[in-house]
């Protein structure tokens, strides 16, 4: 089987509707994908409705915005958890929150160098969609500022320009631990991502481990070779699930469905732990 966990649609920083993901997940030869949007679920229903039409299996998902005491941003997917789950639901909604706020302020001081609106952001956002640093991006490809998402992330909306202003995210170990309360199953997204900024040291997997992590996303193409090598090790060692993704974004990243894949044995895995929300 071609199993893809990690995908984004235009819920949150993607750029395809759930279900036209689906459908480029079918078409990609994919078995089973997962949509795994930023701190939504609010595309599960009509991804589930396109991968019952095109035959291949849906993994329910979410990635969970964290942050570290220090400032380091974190990511934790989340599978098959219950998204009615109170305090999982509250911890999301208030991290959604703090990120629109977030995209106003960075907006607001963007404006004084750039032609760019908060009106104008607002065309290039779904409706329910998570708003973030993409939306933003869009608006100023649209304007002619940059060419890319890229770009705009290299050259704009970087935490060391001027416009940066942070925003909260629960700490990591407390959303695994919201997340295994909710009856799914939290995996480390990309643990070793340098390219994006720092990232956590062992204390930090450790208290996430204790918290009750239950795997690390080895195979990203943002993890270096040398460092798939510790991470497989951590697993190892902590008894942890291993998996495979793309990332995928639609065209708002260069990453392609199905560039790393996680195997069956770790799905069916994945499905027996989580007590939240069945696979379909």
């Known amino acids: 089987m071609r199993i893809d966990l990690h995908t984004h649609s235009n819920v949150s920083d993607g750029t395809e509707d759930p279900d036209v993901l689906i459908a480029s997940a079918a078409a990609a030869g994919l078995d089973a994908v997962a949509l795994t949007d930023h701190d939504s679920t609010a595309g599960w229903e009509r991804a589930a409705a396109a991968a019952a039409a095109h035959g291949i299996t849906f993994v329910p998902g979410m990635e969970v915005s964290c942050r570290t005491d220090t400032g380091i941003s974190v990511h934790v997917l989340s599978y098959l958890h219950d998204p009615e789950h ?105 643990p070793s991502a340098f390219n994006r900024g720092a990232v956590v040291g062992g204390a930090v997997i450790d208290e996430m481990i204790d918290a009750g992590l239950l795997g690390l996303e080895i195979d990203h193409r943002d993890n270096p070779e040398d460092a798939r090598v510790e991470l497989r090790r951590i697993a190892r060692d902590n008894g942890l699930l291993v998996t495979g993704s793309s990332d995928y974004h639609g065209s708002g990243k260069p990453n392609l469905l199905g560039e790393n894949v996680t195997s069956g044995q770790v799905l069916e895995a994945i499905v027996s732990l989580a007590t939240g929300t069945p696979i379909s």
């Open 86 to 190: 109170a305090g999982l639901r509250e911890e999301i909604a208030k991290s959604r929150t703090a990120r629109l706020t977030r995209a106003r302020r960075m907006v607001e001081l963007m404006s004084a160098d750039f032609p760019i609106t908060w009106d104008l952001v607002e065309e290039h956002v779904t409706e329910g969609a998570t708003v973030g640093r993409p939306h933003i991006a869009d608006a100023l490809i649209a304007l002619g500022i940059v060419s890319t998402r890229s770009e705009a992330f290299e050259r704009v909306l970087t935490a060391r320009s001027p416009y940066w202003v942070s925003h909260y995210a629960p700490h990591p170990a407390e959303a695994v631990s919201l997340i295994r309360e909710a009856g799914g199953v939290p995996v480390f997204a990309h």
